[in-house]
């Protein structure tokens, strides 16, 4: 068990449907990632968040957002699903920049 | 831009046999680099990191990873294969990002079996 909470573990949608998924980091890392997991792009950044503020963004399309609460928390926001939005949503979290980031269980969203 | 690339997509080792899972990098500065374990429906698992230091990074279950610069490498591999061994495995780079922001560049995975 890493210490990274993810909830829903499954979500079934429908395209065009907005859905929230929630991140909950281990106890003291200030630093929260986004990642998704496709067949056909493998594992791809999405965005980081460092003790409530955007940090840096990787391959996020506009139609997604995210956030990190007070609480250190975090909350990804996937608006106007299509079916290719369907994957593995992972979110991670770490102490600092150099050290290893700890990966919780993921999401598996599915469009249909 | 960095780079990770696992040029096996699978490994197919005997149990009690070595095992090596192969790694290249591309990064510009000093790499830190990592193995991470994904086993089916499950997230990834930390395996082991090189930052600086030894060229021999030990690590979980009995895992090991070299890292070669001339060769931009970072091989992982283990003494004698277990079963329990087979897993997707995922080699990443750290590249940092302007903003002082950083993320993970994660190669393909390479799909291992160990069989008996």
């Known amino acids: 068990d890493s210490g990274v909470t993810q909830t829903p573990k499954h979500l079934i949608t429908a395209t065009g449907q907005r859905v929230t998924l929630r991140c909950s980091p281990r106890?003291?890392?200030?630093?929260v990632y986004w990642y998704q997991q496709s067949l056909d792009q493998g594992l791809q950044f999405l965005i980081q968040?460092?003790?409530?503020?955007?940090?840096a963004k990787g391959n996020i399309l506009e139609r997604f957002s995210a956030q990190q609460f007070p609480d250190l928390h975090s909350e990804l926001n996937l608006s106007s699903l299509e079916l290719g939005d369907s994957a593995l949503y992972f979110c991670?979290?770490?102490?600092?920049?150099?050290?290893?980031?700890?990966f919780g269980p993921g999401t598996r969203l599915t469009v249909l | 831009a960095q780079s990770v690339a696992q040029p096996e997509d699978q490994v197919n080792v005997a149990e009690g046999n070595p095992l090596t899972v192969k790694c290249t990098y591309s990064?510009?500065?000093?790499?830190?680099l990592f193995w991470y374990v994904q086993y089916p429906n499950r997230g990834l698992q930390f395996l082991l990191k090189?930052?600086?230091?030894?060229?021999l990074v030990k690590g979980s279950y009995g895992f090991e990873a070299e890292f070669n610069k001339s060769q931009t490498s970072f091989h992982l591999k283990k003494p004698s294969a277990l079963v329990s061994d087979s897993a997707l495995y995922f080699c990443?780079?750290?590249?940092?990002?302007?903003?002082?922001?950083?993320?993970?560049?994660f190669g393909t995975g390479t799909q291992l079996k160990v069989e008996l």
């Open positions: 990443a780079v750290r590249a940092p990002l302007t903003g002082g922001g950083n993320k993970l560049t």
């Open positions: 990064v510009s500065g000093n790499p830190y």
């Open positions: 968040y460092y003790n409530g503020e955007e940090r």
């Open positions: 991670a979290s770490g102490e600092s920049s150099y050290n290893e980031q700890f």
């Open positions: 090189y930052i600086t230091g030894d060229n």
């Open positions: 106890s003291g890392d200030l630093s």
